[in-house]
């Protein structure tokens, strides 16, 4: 187990680091989270978000497949998220000497924001469990997670700052408000949106997935 949870600790890092330096510039940072995902050899099952580790909690709840050890380290693994986030945001900050932070776009309102950070958690999450239902290739899954980040950031990048992870969307905005004293008043919306979005997620992905295992049974009949 500890080894799994070095491997989230190390990919969060890298990701809030990407984040930091980049200012969230979108290949950056799904590029950044695809060389995380091979360092570690998807040793963790790479989520590096805790939107991610909610959906699988609640997926494997659904399909009563969780125990009290697995739930133990699943709440370990978003536990480690959230502090390597903030060890990345402060890395980021020496490197450059400035940070970034997420906020609503002027013209926007919390409710716009906080639905479309939902929604592209719920795309990200929902991918996350279904891909490797259709294909037996982590580098190929891994792929499509981290355009899926891409894609939602080029989406809506311009009204919520395309966060879709609590832990680097807390972590950021922290050590914003460490430096600068400022943009921490909507943060929550970082934080509940995602973790929202990755509930709903795993109902959504259970539905399709059960779809794709009774195809995958009727083909093996012949």
């Not at 002027?106 to 294909?135: R, W």
């Not at 921490?184 to 929202?196: C, Q």
Request: glycine content about 12%; some cysteine; aromatic content about 12%.
């Amino acid at each position: 187990m500890l080894r799994r949870l070095f491997a989230e600790a190390i990919g969060t890092f890298l990701l809030l680091f990407a984040v930091g330096v980049s200012a969230g510039e979108p290949f950056a940072v799904g590029g950044s989270l695809l060389c995380a995902m091979c360092l570690t050899g998807f040793t963790s099952g790479a989520h590096f978000n805790p939107a991610v580790t909610t959906g699988i909690i609640f997926y494997r709840w659904q399909e009563k497949t969780l125990n009290q050890k697995d739930l133990i380290e699943l709440l370990l693994y978003i536990l480690v998220q959230f502090t390597s986030a903030i060890l990345g945001g402060l890395v980021g900050w020496a490197v450059v000497s400035y940070t970034v932070h997420f906020d609503i776009t002027d013209g926007y309102m919390d409710a716009e924001t906080f639905f479309g950070e939902m929604l592209y958690t719920i795309l990200l999450v929902s991918n996350a469990l279904v891909v490797g239902h259709l294909i037996d290739n982590p580098i190929v899954c891994g792929g499509v997670i981290s355009m899926t980040i891409t894609a939602g950031d080029w989406a809506i990048g311009k009204i919520t700052g395309g966060c879709f992870n609590p832990a680097i969307g807390f972590g950021i905005n922290i050590i914003n408000y460490a430096k600068n004293g400022s943009h921490i008043d909507h943060t929550w919306i970082y934080v509940l949106a995602p973790l929202l979005g990755g509930i709903l997620a795993s109902c959504i992905a259970r539905f399709f997935i059960e779809e794709l295992e009774e195809t995958k049974r009727k083909k093996a009949m012949g």
